[in-house]
């Protein structure tokens, strides 16, 4: 019998742009944190065991914040540490490097709690609804590797996802007709303005239309345990090929993982779309818009109008 799905948050950021620790900020109708709403669709949708990736650094208000209402949504809670040191053999931390190795690097250092089953991956600070979560617990529930890994991606609608108070950065999605990610370009300052959404290479000097329905990843993943081994082999020669250039800031992103294993034909990514709209704090002024929309959410009955849990 297949493992059951387990969900796996990446709470290690401290979130530099907005300034101060997301993950536990207040933004519901009874105080509840962007990630209890997470919590909420993801128990709902039959996810039952939850790992928090996080630093030590937070590790006490992080608990005491998250953890304990996570425990009492139902969930079982494991938690791993993205550490600067955990690193493979033959490889220190560069002098005065004080920046996390990435979002792969999260996944690996999160091996022993993920154990053997198969996963789903979101980020600490988004809102994503409920039917995301949905479509990759089902997912992941009724698919198992074959000659290729069988591995998903709830893709957002980039209308359903743009700040109204800043450029965004996301990844632009190409399917083929199977609805398997063909490619994901990441795509760093995109804007809506009066005609529509487009976004900009050079810094605003020039600009570029984006369709309001194109698919963007927005970081909801779901990926059967081959995942991690693939990451695990990538990461030795990403390190050897980037300290050398850019030591205090090189990253290993989990998508690069996923490119590499597409590139190598060992992979098939679903592309599953959701026509939820996200929510996010990039911004400070973004704050207000959601916690109105939240308040909103709640009175039309998508969530409890008192506590959640």
């Known amino acids: 019998m297949q493992t059951k799905p387990i969900l796996v948050v990446m709470a290690a950021g401290m979130g530099s742009r907005y300034g101060g620790l997301k993950q536990i ?11 209890d709403y997470s919590l909420y669709d993801a128990r709902r949708a039959g996810f039952k065991t939850v790992v928090f990736i996080i630093k030590h650094e937070i590790e006490q208000a992080f608990k005491e914040a998250v953890g304990a209402r996570a425990v009492r949504a139902g969930f079982e809670v494991r938690y791993a540490y993205q550490q600067l040191e955990k690193l493979p053999e033959g490889f220190t931390v560069p002098e005065g490097r004080v920046k996390p190795w990435g979002t792969a690097h999260a996944i690996l250092v999160a091996e022993e709690a993920i154990g053997d089953a198969p996963f789903a991956v979101i980020n600490a600070d988004d809102y994503y609804g ?58 760093t ?5 009066a005609d529509g959404i487009h976004y900009s290479e050079d810094g605003g000097k020039s600009w570029a239309d984006l369709p309001a329905d194109c698919v963007v990843s927005m970081n909801l993943w779901g990926f059967t345990p081959a995942y991690v081994q693939e990451a695990k082999a990538g990461f030795a020669a990403f390190l050897q090929a980037s300290l050398p250039v850019n030591p ?15 590139e190598a034909g060992k992979a098939d990514v679903h592309v599953l779309t959701s026509a939820d709209k996200w929510h996010g704090i990039t911004y400070r002024e973004d704050k207000p818009e959601l916690v109105e929309a939240l308040k909103k959410m709640s009175e039309d009955g998508l969530y409890p109008v008192d506590r959640l849990f």
């Open 25 to 35: 900020d207040p933004v519901g109708p009874s105080g509840e944190a962007i990630l």
């Open 130 to 187: 409920p039917q995301g979560f949905k479509l990759i617990y089902d997912y992941l529930s009724t698919h198992a590797d074959g000659d290729r890994y069988a591995w998903a991606m709830v893709g957002f609608l980039l209308g359903n996802t743009v700040s109204t108070n800043g450029s965004v950065s996301r990844g632009v999605c190409v399917t083929d007709e199977s609805r398997n990610l063909v490619s994901v370009t990441e795509r």
């Open 189 to 193: 300052c995109i804007e809506p303005y």
């Open 248 to 262: 205090m800031k090189c990253e290993y992103y989990l998508p690069t993982v996923v490119t590499n294993a597409l």
